[in-house]
């Protein structure tokens, strides 16, 4: 192949990858903000789950 063949290869090679990562980032985003929505979730049972124990008397 020639010169100019290998690195139109490379590049698309480069191109592909920088979907990938793209992509990837994307899924990372997203998993974050799921996981930033269930820690408030759970923050926010946490919080009720402690007023409800605190009703009961011994």
Avoid: C, P
Wanted: zero cysteines; proline letters at 0%; aromatic letters at 2%.
């Amino acid at each position: 192949a020639s010169a100019s063949e290998e690195q139109a290869q490379v590049a698309r090679e480069v191109d592909r990858n920088l979907v990938n990562i793209r992509d990837l980032s994307l899924q990372t985003s997203a998993g974050a903000n799921q996981t930033s929505a269930a820690s408030q979730e759970l923050s926010r049972l946490a919080v009720d789950l402690n007023s409800m124990v605190g009703r009961f008397k011994v």
